[in-house]
């Protein structure tokens, strides 16, 4: 059996348990048996020697994080855990810098790591250097297909393209969700919102974060293409990586969201004529990252795209990307949901069966 011990059960977290709860139910749980052992949140954590009860799993909150757990310590978790009987992955789905420095340590004490947070793999450079040395083919390993498309095989097509020896010549596409939503409804003919308008729609239907100047930034893309990079053998960085800021530079230190989207409307302007250039041109905006296996010049920034553009076409919050390679002259691309708690908690589990799979656990 592969032990589950998941850390930070927050939405992923949840709807992780949901479907790992489904699949013990299901005829498929007889050859890939995944069990969890294993909760820590913020205050409270509990380990057990044996599966937890399907009906405590479906009420843990209460159940196995209430009164009887322990207080939360990341290190006597991990202590714990690494001590149970046969293979334990710990599923980190946090977005915490802190827990993910704890990768090494988690892999030195022979535990799998499973995992949508991005800092591990984008952060320091020594850090995913780190991981890589700690990570053998018989022993302890690193699952993240989540952090670049959530459940989209994204990472594993690029792990495939690279182990196969074809040459990446670049990767393009639209990786976040947000920007997704907003430049496919501000950005195509015919379109009569204004740019405030759209960003107040996307936030009110939760496709924002609570600022939403955290999806602007560009930041969340540039931790996606550096993880992309990194994968594909290049030393991207995000202190070197250009990335395009398309919050207006009045706006950026206001003290917060709510005054940010008050005086957003200001730059409505702004983005019409960006947007009216675009169209003049048979072009549409949209926000991009792009890995440049060639030259060098990799970055994520607003673009204009052709209408006959496989990107021009996106709909709603979808997630599209582009791998050009030695031998696909005429793109590879994934499409689809990229973002969300379900999905996302099936590219874990998804890594969690590879795990299952590779290590040959049986019941």
Not at 93 to 108: G, K, N, Q, R
Not at 125 to 141: A, H, N, V
Not at 206 to 227: C, F, H, Q, S, W
Request: aromatic share 8%.
């Amino acid at each position: 059996m592969l032990n589950v011990a998941i850390v930070g059960p927050g939405l992923v977290g949840s709807a992780l348990i949901e479907q790992l709860v489904a699949h013990s139910r299901s005829p498929r749980f007889a050859s890939l048996p995944i069990a969890v052992v294993g909760i820590i949140n913020s205050k409270k954590m509990a380990v057990s020697s044996t599966p937890f009860a399907v009906g405590d799993l479906g009420e843990w909150k209460s159940r196995i994080l209430g009164d009887s757990a322990s207080a939360a310590d990341l290190g006597q978790f991990a202590d714990q855990v690494s001590a149970l009987k046969g293979p334990t992955a710990v599923v980190d789905c946090t977005s915490s810098d802190t827990v993910a420095e704890l990768y090494p340590h988690w892999l030195s004490k022979g535990l799998h790591v499973v995992t949508p947070n991005k800092k591990a793999f984008s952060g320091d450079i020594s850090l995913f250097r780190k991981i890589q040395e700690l990570t053998t083919p018989q022993g302890p390993s690193v699952y993240h297909e989540a952090p670049v498309g959530a459940g989209l095989p994204v990472l594993s097509t690029l792990n495939d393209l690279v182990r196969t020896g074809d040459k990446i010549i670049k990767i393009e596409g639209i990786f976040s969700g947000t920007l997704s939503y907003l430049f496919n409804n501000f950005s195509v003919p015919g379109a009569t919102q204004k740019f405030s308008e759209c960003v107040s729609v996307a936030k009110a239907s939760g496709y924002t974060e609570p600022d939403p100047r955290d999806d602007l930034n560009g930041m969340d893309v540039a931790r996606k293409v550096t993880i992309l990079g990194r994968v594909a053998g290049q030393d991207l960085a995000l202190d070197t990586l250009p990335v395009e800021n398309i919050v207006p530079d009045a706006l950026r230190s206001v003290s917060s969201a709510d005054e940010f989207m008050s005086r957003l409307p200001e730059f409505d302007e702004h983005f019409k004529k960006l947007n009216d250039e675009a169209l003049a041109s048979g072009s549409v905006l949209r926000y991009v990252g792009m890995v440049d296996g060639v030259g060098g010049q990799s970055s994520v920034k607003l673009a204009r795209y052709p209408l006959d553009h496989p990107f021009a076409s996106l709909k709603g919050s979808d997630n599209i990307i582009a791998f050009t390679t030695e031998r696909f002259s005429n793109p590879l691309i994934v499409q689809g949901a990229g973002a969300g708690a379900a999905v996302t908690a099936f590219g874990i589990f998804a890594d969690l069966i590879k795990a299952c799979e590779r290590f040959g656990v049986s019941s």
